[in-house]
């Protein structure tokens, strides 16, 4: 069965410094690879996801996350962070186009001004 | 548009009672979930519909029945819960329902039900 590590329960950052997320993903073959981000009281919301085309995918509020196949691992990051990117960051993958996304344990950002 | 709703916002039930928690979406996808996320954890998939059809129950108690009227409703129907079952209940769909490749897999999320069972 595949697993998915996050490294970090809470990662705390200052507001204009570096987001790093760290994800790892234990498959023999590159799974479906994707970031959820999920704000208090809300549901999940698609950050990204990984397409072949591309090692360096691009997502929504200024996020991206990198796929190192010899490493298994899709980090996320953000160059600049913002007071509004305090949320929990969930990396999953899925081993097929639908079915069960396996998460990660979360991440809980916290922004300090 | 992506959007799934999940009605209703909250719900507070008793053991005894039978309720119900609905879900939508109208972006034609195929496969449709339930999820269950306690406080401070990754969700848990319950169920999930495939064209309409039941296609994995990951062992779910028998208290908790889904039901997916067509292909752009989801419902899930309680009886008799434990207060142990008081969590945020989370529907999501996806594009691809197996017989087709559409997507990479993403799958949609609702803004969840708040379940509070007393």
């Known amino acids: 069965a595949q697993s998915v590590t996050q490294l970090g329960s809470h990662v705390s950052v200052s507001e204009g410094a570096l987001v790093l997320l760290r994800c790892n993903y234990s498959?023999?073959?590159?799974?479906?690879l994707f970031w959820y981000v999920q704000y208090p009281n809300q549901g999940l919301q698609l950050l990204l996801k990984?397409?072949?085309?591309?090692?360096l995918v691009k997502g929504i509020n200024g996020f991206e996350a990198e796929f190192k196949k010899s490493e298994t691992s899709f980090h996320l990051t953000k160059p600049s962070a913002h007071m509004s990117d305090a949320a929990e960051y969930f990396c999953?993958?899925?081993?097929?186009?639908?079915?069960?996304?396996?998460f990660g344990a979360g991440t809980q950002v916290v922004v300090t001004p | 548009d992506t959007e799934v709703t999940q009605t209703p916002k909250h719900l507070v039930m008793g053991m005894t009672n039978k309720k119900s928690l609905k879900c939508e979406q109208h972006?034609?996808?195929?496969?449709m979930y339930w999820y269950k996320q306690k406080a401070k954890k990754p969700p848990e998939l319950m169920f999930v519909?495939?064209?309409?059809?039941?296609?994995i129950n990951e062992s779910v108690p028998s208290r908790f029945s889904p039901e997916c009227p067509n292909s752009s409703l989801l419902n899930l129907h309680l009886h008799a819960l434990q207060p142990e079952d008081s969590a945020l209940y989370l529907c999501?769909?996806?594009?691809?329902?197996?017989?087709?490749?559409?997507?990479?897999?993403?799958?949609?999320f609702g803004p969840g039900t708040r379940l509070t069972v007393t």
């Open positions: 999501a769909s996806s594009p691809s329902g197996g017989r087709s490749r559409r997507g990479l897999g993403e799958q949609y």
């Open positions: 498959s023999s073959v590159p799974p479906y």
């Open positions: 990984y397409t072949s085309a591309a090692t």
């Open positions: 999953a993958v899925s081993q097929r186009s639908w079915g069960k996304l396996q």
């Open positions: 972006m034609g996808h195929r496969a």
């Open positions: 519909y495939s064209y309409e059809k039941l296609s």
